[in-house]
């Protein structure tokens, strides 16, 4: 496993990745604020920080300056892997077939699922997304299109849906 943190617009991008598949990545450059993403039993003690131009980080940070350039469908190919029930395993792929420019509601997102009925499990799922940006639980919002809470902030999911087209 391997940190490594990209410089974007919105801040320091950081990712956790291990065997080419980021396991957790967010907003920030405090490596423990990535770890903390992780269930406490996936979560290791102590992971080396490396460049961007690591061979087992490099295309993953390439992915992000793609994105971050315009190319927003760059993070669509990368691996992610999450560790969660069958619902949120079900419903984190879900995420990334939502297109850019094109977000859903709650409701929406509970409905395309297939559990329209869980708009709370539907929210809790989006609240445990751990490889953020890569897994766009940015894409979900509040069913009066307000934005919602976000792990690395509203402003940071503004900009992100703002770059997307929203």
Aim: glycine share 8%; with cysteine.
């Amino acid at each position: 496993m391997k940190l490594t943190t990209i410089s974007t617009p919105d801040g320091p991008f950081t990712a956790l990745v291990d065997d080419g598949a980021v396991l957790a990545s967010g907003w920030t450059a405090d490596p423990d604020a990535i770890l903390a993403r992780l269930p406490s039993a996936d979560r290791p003690r102590r992971v080396p920080s490396v460049p961007n131009s690591d061979p087992d980080v490099a295309a993953i940070a390439n992915a992000v300056q793609r994105y971050y350039g315009g190319e927003l469908s760059a993070i669509d190919d990368v691996a992610v892997r999450q560790f969660g029930t069958a619902l949120q395993l079900i419903g984190w792929q879900a995420l990334r077939e939502i297109p850019p420019g094109a977000p859903l509601s709650y409701t929406e997102f509970a409905a395309f699922v297939g559990r329209p009925a869980a708009v709370r499990a539907a929210a809790a799922i989006c609240a445990r997304n751990a490889p953020a940006l890569f897994v766009p639980c940015h894409r979900v919002l509040r069913s009066d299109g307000s934005l919602g809470g976000f792990a690395w902030g509203v402003d940071v999911k503004r900009s992100l849906l703002e770059r997307e087209g929203r």
